[in-house]
């Protein structure tokens, strides 16, 4: 066996082990969804300052046009995803929860134009900035759901020194197999992506993680990194929640330990998704900007579970029907897993660049749940990937005592929610842990303002 | 455009006058057609999953881990036995009851925590005990030990042990009058009372036999005369999680190993560690009594700490106090340590840097 791959199945400490629901959509190939009919694209899809429309009302705009940018370091521009005419640039609802401004385009007949972007005729003999040029105009960030626009971490300040990069095939959600299909289905475009982000970062180590239950797209990984004569390792993890967050990840792959607060790049790691390495191929080598993503609509409420390729600001209604529409009975729908998804409340909201899956369910693991006093069993202890105490910080951010929650690590918390889905007593602890933290920022603020 | 069309619609259908004015509606909004499904969506914070482990499913299981020492507690002293159990279970019960009704709150037996109360307290007490006695105790462990503090946990000390330390300190002699089990008895000779083995050995300087440890077929509390049954339960809620491990393990080699010590000193004052190990309520209490969830720490450096500490002041209590035992007490000391040993204990974070 060649040197580059290892069978030891790695991993980090502690974790949960929620039901998988995988097999609903990891064996159905991908779907290109119908264009819908109209789309409303955020503003803002990322970390960092938010864009401005560069499109008005009554515009006509062409699939991959930019509508959107800042002049801002941290941002990524937006770019429009059909072929239509501008509706309005107003406040919708959005995932998050509140209205926030987006601009909705409307489809005009069935024309898909596209605008695409400048690129080099050859990325192998670009320069760096080229490429973090294209990658920046084309809109990239990362989607595996924090959305910190790519380009930026693709340029670490010089006294960080960057020798491994670390390809996020974990997906460690329940439900969501987006990430698993597109490593079947794009091997060789995702591995090229993966090779010009190391480009870009000058390093020569690469490691493309996928936790073991996806033993098929392992072995393809494995075939096509020989074919295509690529040094990267793939390195099997094991299947445990939560894996595919990066610090844990980091952790399993190379045995360090990002330092509390910090990023991968203290450590010499820079981790990015699957769909983000598709995403940065596409823009360098096709010219596409990035307006569409592969996302899983699945869910029991869900009559065709499956994974769409779909345009970026397409409503939730128009996904979902696109995989056979709604039980009846649909109780929740979450954007994302359901270990950190957030649940919304219509479906009207559009789909976001970080949007891995639409999760419908009609059941519920939380109905029967009743609630108890905490009994200090320390489950939660024992499962904190951060190795945090979330009874106590749950309980000193209940009784405001804000002060002690930094003390005890709260800004440390990941919010992966391992502590809530074990609770026997059924105690909100990670969602306590977010309010210590709001709360414990403002009062931080208001002392800054005062002083 | 349509707002020409419409008013020419209208008189080319006189006989509906009502039906144009609902019809416009629905084009003032595009957006206007949110999903509308029978029940609407139920909102919550992630995550959306769990784990299904409940207490009442903790407490049940814990129940189920005492069942082999019960059974052999029944075969040994039989009636005896049978008498204890049921009035400490019932009046903890009954307790629990009283008390959910004065409080004005949802009854709380389900949980199982007062039957494990009841029981466990059972389970310490000397066979010959009155029954009496026993209800007072149980009584006592529920209303005082867990209620008194607030309820299922946040009760400070175990409650079971502070029942049976109110009898200690209420009964000091029923509480020290040991009887043979029934299994035993016809074959001695000296009638129906016997001291236990810690006591034979703390007074007379007699050690006993390590068979009749294991398998408690002695003298002794109804649950604490045989290792061998405390210990396949404890195992179970070990592999099961419901119990840390660490703690009964740093209990009993603590135990170990200050006892050994003394006994290296000087073996012929000093009972072996193995004798110290086997006799009296060390396995119940390690394994069922410091691994109360409620009292005992919650982080793994606090475990260790709690079980060396409790191993530690049972070795001193056994080989320098006025009782020959020292289990109850040195649960209840560590219980009092464990909120500054939570404090204390404070796992590194993931990545901490100590400067």
Redesign the interface.
């Known amino acids: 066996m060649s040197e580059r791959t290892s069978h030891k199945i790695s991993t980090f400490r502690k974790g949960?082990h929620?039901?998988e629901f995988k097999n609903l959509t990891c064996r159905i190939p991908s779907m290109d969804m119908p264009l819908p009919a109209?789309v409303f694209i955020p503003l803002q899809q990322h970390i960092g300052a938010p864009c401005e429309a560069l499109v008005a009302k009554g515009d006509m705009v062409k699939t991959g046009q930019k509508i959107g940018d800042s002049s801002a370091f941290v941002t990524s521009p937006i770019h429009a995803t059909i072929t239509g005419k501008v509706m309005g640039v107003a406040s919708?609802p959005h995932p998050l929860g509140a209205k926030v401004p987006m601009i909705h385009i409307k489809r005009e007949g069935d024309e898909d134009e596209w605008e695409l972007l400048t690129v080099p005729e050859n990325w192998e003999s670009a320069s760096r900035e080229t490429l973090q040029t294209v990658v920046r105009e084309a809109g990239i960030v990362g989607l595996g759901g924090a959305a910190f626009p790519t380009h930026v971490k693709m340029a670490p300040p010089p006294d960080k020194p960057i020798d491994h990069f670390i390809l996020n095939g974990c997906e460690c959600e329940?439900f969501l197999t987006c990430d698993h299909r597109s490593m079947l289905e794009e091997t060789d475009r995702i591995l090229k992506g993966m090779a010009i982000m190391m480009k870009m970062l000058d390093i020569k180590d690469g490691i493309v993680g996928i936790e073991s239950n996806k033993g098929d797209a392992i072995a393809i990984m494995k075939s096509r990194i020989e074919a295509l004569n690529l040094n990267f390792k793939v390195q099997s993890l094991k299947v445990k929640y939560p894996q595919g967050a990066e610090?844990m990840l980091i952790?399993a792959a190379l045995g360090r330990?990002?330092?509390?607060g910090?990023l991968p790049m203290d450590v010499g790691v820079v981790v990015n998704n699957i769909a983000t390495a598709l995403a940065v191929y596409e823009a360098v080598v096709d010219g596409k900007p990035l307006i569409q993503r592969m996302l899983t609509v699945t869910g029991d409420a869900i009559n065709k579970p499956g994974n769409l390729i779909a345009r970026i600001g397409t409503p939730f209604?128009a996904c979902v029907d696109a995989c056979g529409g709604?039980s009846?009975?649909?109780?929740?729908?979450?954007m994302?897993g359901?270990?950190?998804?957030?649940?919304?409340?219509?479906?009207?909201v559009p789909t976001l660049k970080a949007t891995s899956g639409i999760v419908c369910?009609q059941t519920?693991?939380?109905k029967n749940?009743?609630h108890?006093?905490?009994?200090?069993?320390?489950?939660c202890?024992?499962v904190c990937?951060?190795?945090?105490?979330p009874?106590?910080i749950s309980r000193l951010a209940e009784t405001g005592k804000y002060d002690e929650c930094k003390e005890?690590?709260v800004f440390?918390c990941i919010e992966c929610?391992?502590c809530?889905?074990?609770?026997?007593?059924?105690i909100?602890l990670?969602?306590w842990i977010?309010v210590g933290k709001v709360k414990t920022t403002e009062k931080q603020q208001k002392l800054k303002a005062q002083a | 455009m349509t707002e020409e069309n419409t008013p020419q619609v209208q008189p080319e259908q006189p006989e509906k006058p009502a039906k144009p004015t609902p019809k416009p509606k629905p084009k003032k909004d595009?957006?206007a057609?949110?999903?509308k499904?029978?029940?609407p969506?139920?909102?919550?914070?992630?995550?959306?999953?769990?784990?299904?482990?409940?207490?009442p499913?903790?407490m049940w299981n814990v129940v189920a881990a005492l069942v082999p020492t019960t059974v052999l507690a029944l075969i040994y002293f039989q009636w005896a036995a049978a008498g204890i159990i049921l009035v400490s279970v019932s009046s903890a019960l009954i307790a629990e009851m009283l008390v959910n009704r004065i409080k004005n709150e949802s009854f709380t037996i389900p949980?199982g925590s007062a039957l494990i109360t009841g029981l466990l307290l059972a389970l310490t007490l000397p066979p010959s005990f009155s029954l009496g006695g026993a209800a007072l105790g149980s009584v006592f462990a529920i209303v005082v030990g867990k209620h008194f503090f607030?309820?299922?946990?946040?009760n400070i000390f175990n409650p079971a042990l502070l029942g049976r330390a109110f009898l200690q300190a209420s009964f000091p002699v029923p509480m020290t009058t040991w009887s043979w089990p029934l299994t035993a008895r016809y074959s001695e000779v000296d009638g129906i009372t016997a001291a236990t083995p810690l006591g034979l050995f703390k007074f007379e300087q007699v050690t006993s036999e390590l068979s009749g440890l294991l398998t408690g077929n002695i003298s002794g509390s109804l649950g604490e005369t045989s290792a061998i049954a405390i210990l396949v339960g404890g195992i179970y809620l070990l592999i099961r999680?419901y119990a840390?491990w660490r703690i009964p393990t740093s209990f009993l080699l603590s135990v170990f190993a200050v006892s050994g010590v003394f006994w290296l000193i000087s073996p012929e004052t000093y009972p072996t560690p193995v004798f110290q190990l086997l006799s009296g309520g060390l396995m119940l209490g390690a394994f069922f009594m410091a691994t109360d969830?409620?009292?005992?720490?919650?982080?793994?450096k606090g475990?260790w700490i709690f079980g060396a500490g409790a191993g530690f002041l049972l070795v001193i209590i056994r080989l320098f106090g006025g009782l020959p035992e020292g289990v109850m007490y040195s649960i209840l000391l560590m219980n009092a340590f464990t909120p500054l040993i939570?404090r204390y204990t404070?796992?590194?974070?993931?990545?901490?840097?100590i400067a």
């Open positions: 949960v929620p039901d109209e919708y329940p610090k952790d330990k990002v330092p509390a910090g209604q709604l009846d009975e649909t109780s929740q729908v979450f994302g359901p270990m950190m998804g957030l649940v919304q409340y219509d479906l009207q369910m519920s693991q939380l749940m009743r108890y006093p905490c009994i200090q069993c320390g489950t202890v024992s990937p951060m190795d945090l105490v009874t106590r005890w690590g440390n929610g391992s809530a889905f074990v609770c026997p007593s059924g909100p990670v969602q977010r | 595009p957006r057609k949110l999903y499904p029978e029940k969506l139920i909102l919550a914070s992630s995550p959306h999953f769990h784990a299904q482990a409940t207490v499913k903790i949980d607030g309820g299922l946990g946040y999680k840390d969830m409620v009292t005992s720490p919650v982080t793994a475990a939570n404070r796992p590194k974070f993931f990545g901490e840097v």
